[in-house]
T-cell receptor, first 114, second 114 residues
Framework: DVKVTQSSRYLVKRTGEKVFLECVQD?????MFWYRQDPGLGLRLIYF???????EKGDIPEGYSVSREKKERFSLILESASTNQTSMYLC?????????????FGNGTRLTVT | AQSVTQLDSQVPVFEEAPVELRCNYS??????LFWYVQYPNQGLQLLLK??????LVKGINGFEAEFNKSQTSFHLRKPSVHISDTAEYFC????????????FGAGTRLAVHP
C-alpha cells in the first residue's frame, strides 16, 4: 500500500518565519504535488514535480517554493510566513506511467501562522 | 481553462436514504474525472474514476457516478447511505495527456443523520 507521510500534523509559526513542510512517499512515484485546502475553496495546487530536481508552478505558487533533491521527498518552503498562509497543506504522489493514475495523499499538515 | 463546480456545499441526509452529490465541469478538451473522499482528520482517498468506456462508474463503499458529456456532469450517487459515509467529497478533473495535475471542486460536506 502506498504511504505518503507528512512530517508534522500541526504546526504553529510566527509571521516572517521560514517554514519547511516535508513529505515522503515510499512507492517510487515520479510525480509529487503540494496542495492547500481551504474551506469553500477545495484544494488548490501550489507546486508539483515530475522528476528529481524538476518543479512546475501550480495555480497559487506565490509565497512558496519547493525542493526535490531525492525522488521520495518533496519539500514545501514558505520563505517568510504570513497569516494568509494559515491553511491545511496536503502532499500527494502518483506514478508517471499513466496520466490517469490516482493521487495518493498524506494526512495533511495544519499550519497556523500568528 | 478547466474548472469544476460542486453545486452543493453541504448535503444533510438521513441514514438509509439515497443521496446525489452534483458535479459539473468545464473543459474544451478530453478530461478524466474523479471523486475523492476525505474523512475527518485524514487525507483524500479515491472513490472512483472515469477514464473512458462505460459512462456509469462504480467505486468503493457502494458509490457510483455517471458521466454525462452533453451536460458536462459527473454526479455521485449512493442508493442508501450510512452514518460512516459522513465526510467531505471532492470532484476533480485532469487533462488527458497531462501530468496528473488535478483541478478540484470546492467540496461537498455530506452529513448523515440517524
Amino acid at each position: 500500500d502506498v504511504k505518503v507521510t507528512q512530517s508534522s500534523r500541526y504546526l504553529v509559526k510566527r509571521t516572517g518565519e521560514k517554514v519547511f513542510l516535508e513529505c515522503v512517499q515510499d512507492m517510487d512515484h515520479e510525480n509529487m504535488f503540494w496542495y492547500r485546502q481551504d474551506p469553500g475553496l477545495g484544494l488548490r495546487l501550489i507546486y508539483f514535480s515530475y522528476d528529481v530536481k524538476m518543479k512546475e508552478k501550480g495555480d497559487i505558487p506565490e509565497g512558496y517554493s519547493v525542493s526535490r533533491e531525492k525522488k521520495e521527498r518533496f519539500s514545501l518552503i514558505l520563505e517568510s510566513a504570513s497569516t494568509n498562509q494559515t491553511s491545511m497543506y496536503l502532499c500527494a504522489s502518483s506514478p508517471q506511467q499513466g496520466y490517469n493514475s490516482p493521487l495518493h495523499f498524506g494526512n495533511g499538515t495544519r499550519l497556523t501562522v500568528t | 481553462a478547466q474548472s469544476v463546480t460542486q453545486l452543493d456545499s453541504q448535503v444533510p441526509v438521513f441514514e438509509e436514504a439515497p443521496v446525489e452529490l452534483r458535479c459539473n465541469y468545464s473543459s474544451s478538451v478530453s478530461v478524466y474525472l474523479f471523486w475523492y473522499v476525505q474523512y475527518p482528520n485524514q487525507g483524500l482517498q479515491l472513490l472512483l474514476k472515469y477514464l473512458s468506456g462505460s459512462t456509469l462508474v462504480k467505486g468503493i463503499n457502494g458509490f457510483e457516478a455517471e458521466f454525462n458529456k452533453s451536460q458536462t456532469s459527473f454526479h455521485l450517487r449512493k442508493p442508501s447511505v450510512h452514518i460512516s459515509d459522513t465526510a467531505e467529497y471532492f470532484c476533480a478533473v485532469s487533462l488527458s495527456g497531462g501530468y496528473n495535475k488535478l483541478i478540484f471542486g470546492a467540496g461537498t460536506r455530506l452529513a448523515v443523520h440517524p
